[in-house]
C-alpha cells in the first residue's frame, strides 16, 4: 500500500469511525426519546410533531442545494490553496441562508392557516399545531446557518469536530426534551427546546470552523460575491432534486395519510416509517466521508482509484446493511413492542414493506456520494425526477385504494425503480459491466439468507409464540440477534468476502480494533 493511499485509507477509516459513533449516538438519542416523546404527547399531538418536522425538511429544500456544494467546494478550494474563495463562499452562505430564513418566516406567518388546513386537524389542534410550525421554521433557520459552518468541516474532513460538536449538543437537546416534557409544557416546550439546541450548535459550529480555518475566518458585507453564489447554486441545485426525492419518498406519504386518514394515523406510519430510517442511517455512517475524498482523489489520483473507493466502500455497506435489514424485517413485530408497546402492531407491516425500497436506496448511497464527489450530478437528477414522479402518484392512488398500507407499497416501490435505474446510469459513466455492480451483492445476499433461514426455522420449533412480558422479550430478541450475526459472519468468513486489505483496514486503520489487536499481541508476546 502507498504511501497516499495510506493516507487516504486513513482519513476515510477515521472520518468514518467518529461518524459511526454519531450515527449510533444519534440514533440512540431518537430510539429511546420516541416512546418517552409519544407517551407524554399521545397519539394526536406526535402526529402533528412528525408533521411539523416534515414540513420543515421540506422547507429546508429553498437553500436549492447550497449545503452540499459546500462539501464539494471546501475541499477543492482547500486542496488548491484558494484560501479567499473560501472566504468568500462562507460569507456568502451565510447571507443567503440568512435571506432565506428571513422568507420561510415571512411566509409561515401569512400562509399558516391553509397548510394547517391541509392536514384535516381536530378545530383543537390547530392553534398550537401553527405555533409549533413557526417555532420549528426558527430552528430551521438557526440550523441552516450552521450548516455552512458543518459543510466547512466536512469539506475539510474533519468529521471528528462534527462529531464533537454533536455530541456537546444532545447533552442540553435530552436534558431539555425530558425538563419540557415532564413540567408539562408538551408539544409548544418541545420545539423551544429545539430552538435553543439549535442556537447552541451555530455558536459551537462558528467557534470550531474559526479555531481551524484561522486567518481565514472572517464576516463581513465585502466577502459576498453573488458570482459566487451562482456557482455554487449551479452544482447544488441538481442535487437538490435529489434530495427531494429523497423528503418525498421518506415524508410525503405522512402528509397524505394526514389528510385522508387523519393525524392519528400519522403516528402508527411515522413508528414504522422511523424504525427503518433508523435502519438505513446505522450503517450509511461509511458514506459521510467519501464526498471530499472523492472529489480531493479525483483531481489527485483519477477516476480508476475513485471506482476502487466505490467498490469498497459498497462492499463495507452490503456487509452492515444486509443481516441489520433482514434481522429488523423478520423480528419487526418484537421490535416494535418492545420499542413502543403491544398497541402500535399496525407499525409492523409499515416496517416490513418499507424495507427492500429503503435498502436498495441505502446501498446506492455510496454510489450517491460518489457521484457528488467527482460531480456527475446529471445522474442524481435522473434518478430524482423518476423516484419523485412514481412516489407523487403511485402513494395518492394506492393510499386511496388499500389505504394506510398503500403508502407504504407505493414509497417502496418508488425507492427500489429508481435505485436500480441510478445503478445502471452508474455502471454505464464508469464504463463498467453490470456484472461489476451486481456480483458484490452474492456473497453477503447468500450468508444473509442462510442466517435468516436458520433463525426462522429454530422460530417455528423452539420460540414461544409472542411474549406479553418486555423484558423476556428483548433478551430473546438479543440472543436472537447474536446467533444471526454469528451465522452470518461465519459464512461469510468462509466463502472469503473480505480480502487482504480489508483485513489490514479493519485491524490497522480503526482506533478500536487496532488498539485490541495491540493488547492481544502484547499480552501473546509477554506469555511467550
Known amino acids: ?39 407524554h404527547l399521545g397519539v394526536e399531538y406526535f402526529g402533528i410533531w412528525s408533521i411539523v418536522w416534515v414540513l420543515t425538511g421540506y422547507l429546508g429544500l429553498l437553500d436549492l442545494g447550497l449545503g452540499t456544494s459546500f462539501v464539494r467546494y471546501t475541499s477543492l478550494y482547500y486542496a488548491r490553496g484558494e484560501k479567499e474563495n473560501l472566504r468568500k463562499m462562507m460569507n456568502s452562505g451565510l447571507f443567503f441562508y440568512m435571506v432565506v430564513n428571513t422568507f420561510l418566516l415571512a411566509a409561515v406567518l401569512i400562509f399558516s392557516k391553509p397548510i394547517i388546513h391541509f392536514f384535516n386537524l381536530p378545530a383543537e389542534f390547530k392553534e398550537k399545531a401553527a405555533l409549533a410550525m413557526l417555532l420549528g421554521v426558527v430552528s430551521l433557520g438557526l440550523s441552516n446557518l450552521f450548516n455552512v459552518f458543518n459543510s466547512i468541516l466536512y469539506g475539510l474532513q474533519r468529521l471528528d469536530l462534527s462529531f464533537k460538536i454533536g455530541v456537546l449538543v444532545s447533552i442540553p437537546l435530552v436534558i431539555g426534551t425530558i425538563f ?7 408539544l409548544i416546550g418541545l420545539m423551544y427546546n429545539y430552538i435553543f439546541a439549535s442556537l447552541f450548535l451555530l455558536l459551537a459550529g462558528g467557534i470550531a470552523t474559526y479555531w481551524i480555518l484561522g486567518e481565514i475566518w472572517k464576516i463581513g458585507l465585502i466577502y459576498i ?17 435529489s434530495q427531494l426525492s429523497q423528503m418525498v419518498s421518506f415524508h410525503y406519504d405522512k402528509m397524505l395519510i394526514s389528510h385522508f386518514l387523519g393525524v392519528a394515523q400519522v403516528t402508527y406510519y411515522e413508528i414504522g416509517s422511523k424504525l427503518t430510517l433508523m435502519m438505513r442511517s446505522l450503517p450509511a455512517f461509511m458514506t459521510s466521508a467519501i464526498t471530499p475524498a472523492a472529489s480531493e482523489m479525483e483531481i489527485k489520483r483519477g477516476l480508476d482509484k475513485v471506482w476502487e473507493l466505490y467498490s469498497r466502500g459498497t462492499k463495507y455497506l452490503l456487509i452492515a446493511g444486509i443481516p441489520l435489514f433482514l434481522f429488523i424485517t423478520l423480528e419487526a413485530r418484537e421490535v416494535i413492542f ?3 408497546g403491544k398497541d402500535y402492531q399496525l407499525s409492523t407491516n409499515v416496517v416490513r414493506i418499507l424495507s427492500l425500497g429503503f435498502f436498495l436506496n441505502f446501498i446506492c448511497s455510496m454510489a ?3 457521484t457528488w464527489g467527482i460531480g456527475k450530478v446529471d445522474l442524481e437528477l435522473k434518478r430524482g425526477f423518476l ?6 402518484i403511485l402513494s395518492l392512488v394506492l393510499i386511496m385504494k388499500f389505504g394506510f398500507i398503500g403508502a407504504a407499497i407505493g414509497t417502496s416501490f418508488s425507492l427500489l425503480i429508481g435505485s436500480l435505474y441510478f445503478l445502471w446510469l452508474f455502471k454505464d459513466s464508469f464504463k463498467k459491466s453490470s456484472g461489476e455492480i451486481l456480483l458484490p451483492f452474492l456473497k453477503p445476499i447468500i450468508a444473509g439468507f442462510v442466517s435468516a433461514g436458520v433463525l426462522f426455522f429454530a422460530e417455528k420449533v423452539i420460540s414461544p409464540s409472542f411474549m406479553e412480558n418486555r423484558g423476556e422479550a428483548l433478551l430473546l430478541l438479543c440472543l436472537k440477534g447474536i446467533i444471526f450475526v454469528f451465522i452470518y459472519a461465519v459464512v461469510l468468513l468462509n466463502i472469503r468476502y473480505l480480502d487482504d486489505f480489508d483485513r489490514a483496514l479493519l485491524i490497522e486503520k480503526i482506533p478500536v480494533i487496532k488498539n485490541i489487536g495491540k493488547r492481544f499481541k502484547s499480552k501473546r508476546n509477554h506469555l511467550t
Open 1 to 39: 500500500m502507498s504511501g497516499q493511499d495510506d493516507s487516504y485509507s486513513y482519513r476515510i477509516t477515521r472520518n468514518t469511525f467518529y461518524n459511526a459513533i454519531a450515527r449510533v449516538l444519534g440514533m440512540l438519542i431518537s430510539f429511546f426519546l420516541t416512546p418517552y416523546i409519544l407517551s
Open 180 to 186: 419540557v416534557l415532564e413540567s408539562g409544557y408538551g
Open 225 to 241: 460575491r453573488v458570482s459566487m453564489l451562482k456557482k455554487l447554486f449551479r452544482f447544488g441545485l441538481t442535487l437538490q432534486l
Open 338 to 340: 418492545i420499542w413502543i
Open 368 to 370: 450517491s456520494s460518489v
Open 387 to 392: 423516484t419523485i414522479a412514481l412516489n407523487l
